[in-house]
């Protein structure tokens, strides 16, 4: 697979068919854009590429959103090689890109310098500046600029949209299940052992502290996960904590997990976490004993989480 971080890409990859979107979490409806698309290549016998933005232009235009992605950058690449894409043309957003008028998109862009056989998009996009291109602008100009536009309609389960925002709704409700039904895998979040309070060691877990960055932040409380090191197929059981640390006055929400059978130093490796189940709510407690109490109690619950299969 190609990434172009550039508009202008090689003739040999032109005249293809080209699904267009943010495709944050790369979810069910994302997924059958590309079914689609791949349809329409494999048959045309062409390439499949995908035009998308980074960063996410909903955070490009609002400073203040600071956990908001469902998958880092990385992942959604990772994501993308997963459903048989042969290209990727990754457009920085940024100031004079977010100034382009929507139809000039359409025509010194997609035409000029992708000149796709076919343009693929959900019924919701929106391009150009203010976001005044839409669905009717693609079609109208489909002829203009010798591209196919296929429209694809919104994938629902039970009668509901499939949508990014609905994957949000439901880890800010602690249904992480739910979540990883619509995304199709176990939601998970890469990062890096980081230096803490050893906190956990004084209560008698040893934990591993993770920066969960801008990454959508889901029902603050604790979950069974798994977790895999470094890039090992190998995935330990685990439980983690999301939070503030009330019980400690605690301001800074903490990501740490607790990973069974490891007893080393994990500084600075890099971790996957898999959230599998909330087991239960954040909450201050009176004294660290009923904290321990407590924590004793979760790893137990944990460990029946972890009977939840992971879906890759």
């Known amino acids: 697979m190609r990434i172009f971080n550039r508009t202008n890409i090689p003739k040999n990859y032109k005249s293809s068919a080209i699904a267009i979107g943010n495709f944050d979490g790369v979810h069910k409806g994302h997924q059958k854009v590309f079914k689609d698309t791949k349809k329409f290549a494999n048959k045309k016998k062409i390439k499949f590429g ?3 933005f980074s960063p996410l232009p909903v ?3 609002n400073n203040s959103i600071e956990n908001f992605r469902i998958s880092s950058e990385e992942q959604k690449i990772e994501l993308f090689k997963k459903y048989n894409v042969d290209f990727i043309v990754n457009i920085k957003f940024n100031k004079s890109f977010s100034k382009i008028q929507a139809e000039d998109f359409i025509k010194k862009i997609i035409y000029k310098k992708i000149n796709p056989q076919l343009l693929s998009v959900s019924n919701n996009f929106k391009f150009g500046r203010n976001r005044k291109g839409n669905i009717k602008l693609l079609k109208k100009l489909s002829y203009k600029y010798n591209y196919t536009l296929l429209n694809i309609n919104p994938f629902k389960i039970s009668k509901k949209v499939v949508s990014s925002t609905r994957v949000r709704e439901f880890f800010k409700k602690g ?4 979540a990883n039904q619509l995304l199709k895998r176990t939601w998970c979040i890469d990062g890096k052992v980081e230096s803490g309070q050893k906190i956990g060691r004084k209560l008698g877990y ?5 920066n969960i960055k801008d990454y959508v932040l889901p029902k603050l409380g604790i979950y069974a996960v798994k977790i895999s090191i470094g890039g090992e197929n190998k995935k330990y059981g685990g439980v983690a904590y999301l939070g503030t640390r009330p019980t400690f006055g605690g301001k800074k929400i903490f990501l740490e997990i607790n990973i069974f ?3 080393r130093n994990l500084y600075k490796k890099k971790l996957r976490v898999y959230f599998l189940n909330f087991l239960r709510p954040d909450k201050k407690f009176t004294t660290q004993n009923h904290l321990i109490k407590q924590m004793n109690k979760d790893v137990i619950l944990a460990k029946k989480g972890l009977k939840t299969k992971l879906i890759t």
Not at 175 to 178: A, D, E, F
Not at 206 to 210: G, S
């Open 50 to 52: 995908i035009l998308t």
């Open 261 to 263: 059978g490891i007893n």
């Open 175 to 178: 249904k992480i299940n739910y």
């Open 206 to 210: 040893r934990t591993c502290n993770i």
């Open 59 to 61: 955070m490009y235009f």
